[in-house]
C-alpha cells in the first residue's frame, strides 16, 4: 500500500485533471492575470513606478530571482519617493491562493474580506499572477448564469 | 505501514493499474477527485476495503494534504 501523503491538494495544484462535479470549473489560476507587472527588491521605486502606470496597472508584485513573491505595492506605496528602494516601500507577506482554489470560493472570499486583489502563487510561493475581485466575481456570475440557463434548459425538456 | 510516495510516483502507479482511494467524506469525493478513484472514506475503510478493493494491485490511498 502507498500512501500520497500531499493528497489532493497537491494533485489540483500541479493543474493535473480529476472528476466530480467541480472538475472543469474555473480556478483561481485560469482567472488570475498572468500580464501582472514586477519588480525586484532593489529597484528603485521610480523605474517601477513608471513601468506600472505605463502598463495600465495600479499594483505591483514584488518578487525574487525564483519568481517567489516578496510583496505587492499597490497605490499607496506605489506613491513613495522615487528615490526608495522597492524593498524598504513595500507590503511585504501579502496574502496569496494557491491556483486550484474554485472561483466561486475565491470570490465570496475576496469579498468576505473586501480584497481588491491577490497573487496566486504555486505552492512554493511562485507567482502565478493576480487574482482581481472584479475578474472573480464577473465569472462566478457567468457561471451562475450558465448553470441557471442549462436547469432552465433541462427544466423545458 | 504504507510508503509515502510523490505526484510522479503515483502517476506511474496509475499508469500501471493501481487502485487509487480517497479517504475523505462522500461530499469531497463528490466534488472531486482524482481520475478514477474508489471512494472509501476512513470510517468504512476497515470493513470494505477486502470487498471493494483487488488485493492482487497496488493501493494508493489519499486525503486532502499531509496536515
Redesign the interface.
Known amino acids: 500500500?502507498?500512501?500520497?501523503?500531499?493528497?489532493?491538494?497537491?494533485?489540483?495544484a500541479?493543474g493535473?485533471?480529476?472528476?466530480?462535479?467541480?472538475?472543469g470549473l474555473p480556478r483561481a489560476g485560469d482567472v488570475a492575470r498572468k500580464d501582472v507587472p514586477t519588480c525586484r527588491l532593489d529597484e528603485r521605486m521610480g523605474e517601477v513606478k513608471e513601468r506600472v502606470r505605463s502598463g495600465g496597472w495600479e499594483v505591483c508584485v514584488v518578487v525574487n530571482q525564483e519568481n517567489v513573491v516578496m510583496g505587492l505595492l499597490r497605490s499607496k506605496e506605489l506613491g513613495s519617493d522615487d528615490d526608495a528602494q522597492v524593498e524598504h516601500a513595500m507590503r511585504p507577506g501579502p496574502s496569496t491562493f494557491r491556483p486550484h482554489v474554485p472561483i466561486h470560493e475565491m470570490a465570496e472570499y475576496m469579498s468576505r474580506h473586501d480584497l481588491p486583489r491577490s497573487p496566486v502563487t504555486t505552492s512554493n510561493g511562485r507567482l502565478v499572477g493576480i487574482l482581481l475581485r472584479d475578474d472573480a466575481e464577473r465569472v462566478t456570475h457567468e457561471l451562475h448564469q450558465a448553470m441557471h440557463e442549462h436547469h432552465e434548459g433541462t427544466s423545458d425538456a | 505501514m504504507p510508503r509515502e510516495i510523490d505526484r510522479v510516483e503515483v502517476q506511474r502507479l496509475m499508469e500501471a493499474g493501481a487502485q487509487v482511494v480517497e479517504v475523505l467524506p462522500p461530499a469531497e469525493f463528490e466534488e472531486e477527485h482524482l481520475p478514477g478513484a474508489i471512494s472509501l472514506p476512513l470510517r468504512r475503510i476497515e470493513s470494505q476495503a477486502r470487498d471493494r478493493l483487488d488485493a492482487t494491485k497496488p493501493v494508493i490511498v489519499y486525503c486532502f494534504d499531509s496536515a
Do not use: F, I, N, R
Request: charged share 20%.
Open positions: 500500500m502507498y500512501d500520497y501523503a500531499a493528497g489532493k491538494q497537491d494533485w489540483l500541479a493535473l485533471p480529476s472528476e466530480g462535479t467541480l472538475a
